[in-house]
């Protein structure tokens, strides 16, 4: 399995960016996905997760209202829509594969990682 992260650039506080994961090499349907980033000097830390059927989705508390994390199967494809940005959302951001049903939302449950996509938000 791989997994291709895309989407991440510089915006200014109160803009938008949508990032994308392009998985391969399985079926993408079987697994449940998420998106983690790690801030500049911090621990990786969850943001959103979202079942292998799209029907269940689940966030981190400060992106509640503000991220989007949806999938199209047929596409291979996992995206984080991300609005209203603040200093604080930026980050290194991951995308993850695990096999199993539900939402979850420890990296311990996911086996495979995408490589960073860096979100830079300017004050």
């Known amino acids: 399995v791989q997994l291709q992260a895309s989407g991440g650039g510089l915006v200014p506080a109160g803009g938008f960016l949508s990032l994308s994961c392009v998985f391969s090499?399985?079926?993408?349907?079987?697994?449940?996905m998420g998106w983690f980033r790690r801030p500049p000097g911090k621990e990786r830390e969850f943001v959103a997760a979202?079942?292998?059927?799209?029907?269940?989705?689940y966030y981190e508390d400060s992106v509640k209202g503000r991220f989007t994390i949806s999938r199209d199967n047929a596409k291979n494809t996992m995206y984080l829509q991300m609005n209203n940005l603040t200093p604080l959302d930026t980050a290194d951001y991951y995308c993850?594969?695990?096999?199993?049903?539900?939402?979850?939302?420890?990296?311990?449950?996911?086996?495979?990682w995408g490589q960073g996509t860096l979100v830079t938000v300017s004050s």
């Open positions: 090499g399985s079926s993408f349907s079987r697994y449940r």
């Open positions: 979202i079942t292998w059927n799209g029907q269940s989705t």
């Open positions: 993850a594969a695990g096999a199993g049903a539900g939402i979850a939302v420890m990296s311990r449950d996911y086996t495979f």
